[in-house]
T-cell receptor, first 112, second 113 residues
Framework: NAGVTQTPKFQVLKTGQSMTLQCAQD?????MSWYRQDPGMGLRLIHY???????DQGEVPNGYNVSRSTTEDFPLRLLSAAPSQTSVYFC???????????FGDGTRLSIL | AQSVTQLDSHVSVSEGTPVLLRCNYS??????LFWYVQHPNKGLQLLLK??????LVKGINGFEAEFKKSETSFHLTKPSAHMSDAAEYFC???????????FGKGTLLTVNP
């Protein structure tokens, strides 16, 4: 059972480039979310989804897009990367709002 | 509005001594509370959860936490620290129906030999 799988693990981009961070889960969880982790800030919610076809903004959504075409996948798109988006990105899934989140190992993204 | 305050950004203990990581919360709803641990370059792993059952919650690796509604606290404890406990710990609040979690800013636990 793989749990939550994030790819790539590391990425370096130039300012203005676009890319997609992939997230897949094999637990049939309805709820999926993306967080960014910055030193001293804890984890901040970017976007979340409560099921296929349903997404909503979190605390820091600007500069990011998401879609949820299947239960399993929840990709995060950076449309035009900026140095302020240098961070570690975590994808998580759960069975519901009061259930424990299962986290991927993260994507470490640097934008030059 | 919901909030989580981890009262210490860094806690340092000696191996074999007790661990106390403090967490206070604020919520308009009946809260669900979690403690997660993050080892370097890893994702977050669930230690334990409180979801309105027993107020003393036991988790993995000898950790436990006590929910105190009157003090709005959910402190994490362990009787005897081990070197492998060195990591960052996050207190997390879930409340209401909007599926959003609120994270504390984390407490870095250092264990000295």
């Amino acid at each position: 059972n793989a749990g939550v799988t994030q790819t790539p693990k590391f990425q370096v981009l130039k300012t203005g480039q676009s890319m997609t961070l992939q997230c897949a889960q094999d637990m049939n969880h309805e709820y999926m979310s993306w967080y960014r982790q910055d030193p001293g800030m804890g984890l901040r919610l970017i976007h979340y989804s409560v099921g296929a076809g349903i997404t909503d903004q979190g605390e820091v959504p600007n500069g990011y897009n998401v879609s949820r075409s299947t239960t399993e996948d929840f990709p995060l798109r950076l449309l035009s990367a900026a140095p302020s988006q240098t961070s570690v990105y975590f994808c998580a899934s759960s069975q519901g709002s009061n259930q424990p989140q299962h986290f991927g190992d993260g994507t470490r993204l640097s934008i030059l | 509005a919901q909030s989580v305050t981890q009262l210490d950004s860094h806690v340092s203990v000696s191996e074999g001594t007790p661990v106390l990581l403090r967490c206070n919360y604020s919520s308009s709803y009946s809260p669900s509370l979690f403690w997660y641990v993050q080892h370097p370059n890893k994702g977050l792993q669930l230690l334990l959860k409180y979801t309105s059952a027993a107020t003393l919650v036991k988790g993995i690796n000898g950790f436990e936490a006590e929910f105190k509604k009157s003090e709005t606290s959910f402190h994490l404890t362990k009787p005897s620290a081990h070197m492998s406990d060195a990591a960052e710990y996050f207190c997390v609040l879930s409340g209401g129906s909007n599926y959003k979690l609120t994270f504390g800013k984390g407490t870095l636990l250092t264990v000295n030999p």
